[in-house]
């Protein structure tokens, strides 16, 4: 079972900063890559930015140029930069795995955690 836990979130005005954080537990081997999703009030939710294992990223159109992923301890850690935030940034954030082996065997996501809230108003 892997656990995963996001923090970081909170108000904030419209051009500002967050650094959202993600921690990844359980009897994890390899963490293939890791994603950061959202779900905006009445939305679906949606992949915003991706890292794989060697670095490599990959993000939303939405999101492009403002927000930085990162991770580090195989991924077990990832952060979310995110800069001139906007007010349809406004989301529950979470995040979670995109191809990880455990002692189980190999599974692409792993359940959800709670997320965490980000607002952007004035």
């Known amino acids: 079972q892997v656990q995963l836990e996001e923090s970081g979130g909170g108000l904030v005005q419209p051009g500002g900063s967050l650094r959202l954080s993600c921690t990844a537990s359980?009897?994890?081997?390899?963490?293939?890559?890791m994603g950061w999703y959202r779900q905006g009030p009445g939305k679906q939710r949606e992949l915003v930015a991706t890292?794989?294992?060697?670095?490599?990223?990959n993000y939303a159109d939405s999101v492009k140029g403002r927000f930085t992923i990162s991770g580090d301890n195989g991924l077990k850690t990832i952060y979310l930069q995110m800069s001139s935030l906007k007010p349809e940034d406004t989301a529950v954030y979470y995040c979670?795995?995109?191809?990880?082996?455990?002692?189980?065997?190999?599974?692409?996501?792993?359940?959800w955690g709670q997320g965490t809230q980000v607002t952007v108003s004035s």
């Open positions: 979670n795995t995109r191809g990880l082996v455990t002692v189980r065997g190999y599974s692409f996501e792993s359940s």
């Open positions: 359980g009897s994890i081997l390899r963490i293939n890559a």
């Open positions: 890292i794989f294992s060697g670095g490599r990223t």
